[in-house]
């Protein structure tokens, strides 16, 4: 950690952004001689500070990023208990989606009700009487000696969550849904555990929701059945899935089939059918096996959706571009119909608004003065209706490095819809690209379930999307760039439940909520700090393996932190990978070899060195993006000479 401060104070603090808060950190570091779990929890905030931001115009960047790996891996070996750090809720039914108490004993006649409710449709009721404190309990499987964090959302008069036989916490009054929470470390030989809730004796009905317990499960009983294989997608209709798995061992009574937290079909065979789905609705589904002892671990997900989708009309692996429509950067400006027929999609760069919270995009073409050979605006519209006339897709996007857009209220939401809907008819466009970067998206305290946030800037965005897919309808083109920071760093930090960076991991529900209306995602694999991917390894920019491990955690889903949420994966054709066009375009420029080896690896699992694929093969994997077009031919076209003939070559 000295080391880390000492390189950011001789290098860093003249031009990096978050200089002010990196001073702070390393002066409380220094300040006083901390514990293991002190020094751990400020040498993440440090990471978390560090992957926030680019590594442009950062003297020591090199040496720094090295150490930024080292100290976030000796971060995790600080303390002596196992971290319940990447795991996910252990907990059968925890959100009582199954609309009973299943998983759960409880006294005193509790029950399940649809109201009132904090998610989902369905909450527990407690069975309070004057002589009955309605508890509900269940047991799990723990590891010993390792950390756990047990969080509920309860309502009512003096309510109690805990571990039997450990720690406790209570209300004594919640009008509304508030959240309680406990930690706790299981023993050296510790192998179960029991959750409570309960009530009081004769104050009423208490009702909780969102039950958590963040950690590892732990090792079956004895007698449980053992996992079930992976479930496949059978025949697939507009408004059902059939779905089949390898049976578990041991006795088993039955198989429940999930979607998430909520069980959607309980069979006592090896295969069901989910019907009454809507048409090109995204689903992700596990499978537990159970008997009198308990229930399995939940197999791997099966991510897939019905069909009755609108033909995008792009080609099965795409190359997306953008183009810098409103000024030169240094790389100079391309006419539109200068632009060659090899992009499928031109981002049109950028649309920005006129103050961060007003919601009020405008698109300004590239002046003369700055563009000597922009063309006129007849010449750009009817070059735009060219290029549709070849079935490509032209797109405006909105944000980008300097156009942070914040929509803190309903009436910059409204602004936005407008204006976007402008700039779409102005110019006849085929839909929108979402470049929030910087400090556009953010998630308050306390937002800590990405499928129902409750931040305004997040919720009025998907408010607008919404608003203006159901508008220009199924032929609408939506894509996203977000940064590694927004999204696959959620999986270790998510910015509503933890102590850092509350922007990591925000564009989660964002995503989450568009699964069914999203084209493409391509989250950017560049100007990035390592990450960690689904191996537990961290991942640094500029080679296959970096592609790689992005792309795989988009594409198998992963939890969020510790959240006891899981992110459900994308379809292929949903995913491109996101790339610099030349060294000039942004660091983690890869080189086209490489950028090839990642493919065959995504693709056909061929060339994937030591990693393993979590989320599978994607034949259908939609293709690359770059930053940009402009930069692209200022490098003599290489990243399209290199690329579209690959992607069109790829099976």
């Known amino acids: 950690m000295k080391r880390i401060c000492a390189l950011a104070a001789a290098h860093t603090w003249a031009n990096f952004p978050g200089r002010d808060a990196m001073k702070r950190l390393c002066a409380r570091a220094a300040a006083r001689p901390r514990t293991n779990s002190r020094r751990r929890d400020v040498m993440k905030k440090i990471w978390v500070l560090a992957a926030a931001h680019t590594w442009t115009n950062i003297p020591g960047r090199d040496v720094m990023k090295r150490i930024w790996v080292l100290a976030?891996?000796?971060?995790?070996?600080?303390?002596?208990?196992?971290?319940?750090?990447?795991?996910?809720?252990?907990?059968?039914?925890?959100?009582?989606?199954?609309?009973?108490?299943?998983?759960?004993?409880?006294?005193?006649?509790?029950?399940?009700?649809?109201?009132?409710?904090?998610?989902?449709?369905?909450?527990?009721?407690?069975?309070v009487t004057a002589g009955d404190t309605g508890q509900c309990t269940q047991t799990v499987n723990v590891r010993p000696g390792t950390a756990y964090e047990l969080s509920a959302w309860v309502r009512g008069s003096y309510v109690y969550l805990g571990v039997t036989g450990g720690t406790s916490t209570w209300t004594p009054s919640a009008p509304d849904f508030t959240e309680l929470s406990v930690s706790f470390t299981t023993g050296a030989d510790q192998t179960s555990a029991q959750i409570y809730l309960h009530g009081w004796y004769g104050t009423g009905t208490y009702y909780a929701d969102d039950v958590v317990l963040d950690g590892p499960g732990g090792e079956p009983q004895p007698g449980v059945p053992g996992t079930p294989g992976t479930p496949k997608a059978g025949t697939v209709t507009d408004s059902s899935i059939a779905l089949s798995w390898t049976p578990a061992t041991g006795t088993v009574t039955g198989y429940r089939v999930y979607e998430g937290s909520a069980v959607r079909a309980t069979v006592t065979g090896t295969s069901t059918t989910i019907s009454n789905l809507a048409a090109c609705s995204s689903h992700s589904?596990?499978?537990?096996?159970?008997?009198?002892?308990?229930?399995?671990?939940?197999s791997e997900p099966v991510n897939t959706r019905t069909t009755g989708c609108t033909d995008t009309g792009l080609p099965k692996h795409a190359l997306i571009g953008y183009l810098h429509a409103s000024f030169a950067n240094g790389s100079g400006y391309v006419r539109m119909a200068d632009v060659p027929d090899a992009w499928d999609i031109i981002d049109l760069a950028f649309g920005e608004p006129t103050s961060p919270t007003s919601g009020d995009i405008r698109f300004n073409r590239c002046p003369v003065s700055e563009c000597p050979n922009v063309e006129s605006e007849a010449e750009f519209i009817a070059a735009i209706r060219a290029k549709q006339a070849q079935g490509k897709k032209v797109l405006i996007s909105i944000g980008g490095a300097n156009g942070q857009v914040q929509l803190t209220s309903t009436a910059a939401r409204d602004a936005f819809v407008r204006s976007v809907s402008e700039i779409i008819d102005r110019y006849g466009l085929d839909g929108l690209d979402i470049d929030f970067e910087g400090h556009s998206l953010y998630l308050n305290a306390g937002d800590t379930d990405f499928r129902n946030p409750t931040t305004p800037v997040i919720v009025n965005l998907i408010s607008a999307l919404k608003t203006l897919k159901a508008a220009y309808g199924d032929d609408f083109v939506l894509t996203m760039a977000p940064e590694t920071f927004f999204v696959q760093v959620g999986h270790q930090f998510y910015g509503g439940s933890s102590a850092g960076d509350n922007r990591t991991g925000a564009y989660l529900p964002v995503i989450h909520a568009m699964r069914d209306d999203l084209t493409v995602l391509h989250v950017q694999d560049y100007n990035s700090g390592p990450v960690m991917g689904?191996?537990?390894?961290?991942?640094?920019?500029?080679?296959?393996?970096?592609?790689?491990?992005?792309?795989?955690?988009?594409?198998?889903?992963?939890?969020?932190?510790?959240?006891g949420h899981t992110f459900p994966g994308l379809r292929p054709d949903q995913i491109g990978v996101g790339l610099p066009a030349a060294v000039s375009a942004g660091n983690g420029h890869t080189p086209p070899a490489?950028?090839?080896?990642?493919?065959?690896?995504?693709?056909?699992?061929?060339?994937?060195?030591?990693?393993?694929?979590?989320?599978?093969?994607?034949?259908?994997?939609?293709?690359?993006?770059?930053?940009?077009?402009?930069?692209?031919?200022y490098y003599g076209w290489e990243f399209m000479n290199s690329h579209e003939p690959f992607l069109n070559a790829l099976h």
């Open 72 to 127: 976030v891996v000796v971060a995790g070996l600080l303390v002596g208990i196992t971290s319940p750090a990447n795991a996910e809720n252990v907990l059968i039914n925890a959100g009582f989606e199954s609309g009973s108490p299943s998983g759960w004993s409880c006294s005193g006649g509790g029950s399940v009700v649809t109201s009132p409710v904090r998610t989902g449709s369905y909450a527990l009721a407690g069975g």
């Open 285 to 298: 589904y596990t499978v537990a096996a159970y008997n009198d002892v308990g229930e399995s671990s939940k």
């Open 534 to 563: 689904l191996d537990g390894q961290y991942h640094t920019m500029g080679g296959a393996d970096f592609h790689i491990a992005m792309t795989d955690m988009v594409k198998a889903g992963f939890p969020v932190a510790n959240t």
């Open 594 to 633: 490489q950028v090839h080896q990642a493919l065959n690896c995504l693709v056909k699992g061929e060339g994937c060195g030591s990693y393993t694929l979590r989320g599978g093969t994607s034949p259908g994997l939609r293709g690359l993006m770059t930053w940009s077009i402009n930069w692209d031919r």
